[in-house]
């Protein structure tokens, strides 16, 4: 008995076409030659690094008969750590960008956050041409100069506010929030309204709850920037006791210039090689150490920007 299914014809008879062949899994030669590049782009990033780190650790000795710069010391020693972070300029240094990053990254996710949700909102007055001139930022950036004199006239120079008020809200950070905000359902915010709730409490309660992973990315993103920012600085700070760590990294490290012990404060200084690779882990490690945390944030980010009404 039939069921009226009609035969196969010789091209459905055939077997399927294989996979083209960047589709197939690599074989031992790919796998190997895999394996070989990721331990030259490992050991390319974490040698400096390791060198920086054992040199900041070695003795006066060791770095005298390696001539500068330290692989694996034999005595490691704190000695470096103890006198740059004695009370002295470096020590300063350090609490300065450490006020700035707290003080900038809080107040700048603050204002992104507000004006984004804002502009993600339908109805607003002046949306448009408040996003227009936030777009209008991205391209075309104020030069150095009209910078400087507006800084100047609104009596910032040799000010702690010239390092973060001219960038206070990011551009580009402010469009990904805004964008991220736009896409949770809009579902959320009528049943809240439906309950009596505002816009802050809407935006307290229901936006930031699931927005931390784009709210962590920001946040990291302006607290490097902060971190990280020597060249404001170097234009509007005149007094070097308010110079951030990495103006001292830059004077110290990368123009060679020489740390003395009236800088320090102390009177016994380690060697001047230990000096500055301990300067350049001070000013690395904080950043470095808040991407473990942060991780969870970046993929719950990406799941929550899934969700469809």
Do not use: C, H
Request: avoid cysteine.
């Amino acid at each position: 008995m039939t069921l009226g299914i009609p035969p196969l014809t010789r091209r459905q008879q055939r077997v399927p076409d294989r996979r083209p062949a960047w589709e197939e899994p690599p074989g031992p030669v790919g796998n190997a030659t895999k394996a070989v590049v990721i331990a030259v782009i490992v050991a390319v990033m974490v040698l400096p690094f390791l060198v920086v780190l054992s040199t900041s650790l070695a003795s006066r000795e060791e770095i005298t008969a390696a001539g500068g710069f330290v692989l694996f010391p034999t005595e490691p020693t704190l000695e470096a750590y103890r006198t740059i972070l004695s009370g002295g300029l470096i020590t300063r240094a350090v609490l300065v960008s450490v006020g700035i990053t707290a003080v900038g990254t809080s107040l700048s996710l603050l204002t992104t956050i507000t004006l984004a949700y804002a502009l993600s909102k339908p109805g607003v007055p002046g949306r448009k041409p408040v996003l227009l001139l936030v777009l209008f930022t991205l391209l075309f950036a104020p030069g150095m100069i009209p910078m400087y004199i507006v800084v100047k006239e609104l009596g910032l120079l040799d000010s702690y506010w010239a390092l973060i008020l001219p960038g206070l809200v990011n551009a580009f950070n402010l469009v990904v929030m805004r964008a991220f905000f736009m896409n949770i359902p809009e579902e959320l915010y009528q049943a809240a309204r439906i309950d009596g709730a505002g816009d802050w409490r809407i935006l307290t309660r229901i936006v930031l709850p699931l927005s931390k992973g784009v709210v962590a990315v920001v946040g990291l993103f302006y607290a490097v920037t902060y971190w990280n920012a020597f060249f404001n600085a170097m234009l509007y700070l005149n007094d070097s006791g308010k110079w951030p760590v990495q103006l001292i990294l830059r004077t110290y490290v990368v123009q060679n210039k020489q740390l003395t012990g009236d800088a320090l404060g102390v009177t016994n200084m380690p060697p001047q090689q230990a000096i500055s690779m301990a300067v350049v882990m001070i000013a690395l490690l904080p950043i470095l150490a808040l991407y473990p945390f942060l991780q969870k944030y970046f993929t719950k980010g990406v799941l929550t920007g899934a969700i469809k009404g």
